[in-house]
């Protein structure tokens, strides 16, 4: 089974900065291709980042050059680096990856941006 558990949210000021984690466990971490997704309330999740296995990266376009997700195999984590906090960034970010055909999804950590 695999688990994926996130944290490092928080409540920040518009403008701050907060590191996102995703510890994964039960699976292959280093062949995984690992995602941030973000939730309001009421709303659609959205798609915020990817890394694929090789590192390869891709983001939504409202990141606009302020979020950066990068990966540390040696700790199966994968981590989302957000600055530049805006009111709208509010949510919360899901952890997810696919692994032998099934979706796995984190329970969420919120992220709170005052403005």
């Known amino acids: 089974q695999v688990y994926l558990v996130e944290s490092g949210g928080g409540l920040v000021q518009s403008g701050g900065a907060l590191r996102l984690s995703c510890k994964a466990s039960g699976m292959n971490f280093r062949l995984a291709h690992m995602n941030w997704y973000r939730q309001v309330p009421g709303k659609e999740r959205d798609f915020v980042a990817r890394?694929?296995?090789?590192?390869?990266?891709s983001y939504a376009g409202f990141v606009k050059g302020r979020f950066t997700i990068a990966r540390d195999n040696t700790r199966n984590t994968a981590h989302l680096q957000m600055n530049l906090l805006e009111p709208e960034d509010t949510a919360v970010y899901y952890c997810?990856?696919?692994?032998?055909?099934?979706?796995?999804w984190g329970r969420g950590t919120t992220v709170t941006v005052s403005s």
């Open positions: 890394i694929a296995s090789n590192g390869t990266t």
């Open positions: 997810n990856t696919k692994w032998k055909d099934r979706d796995f």
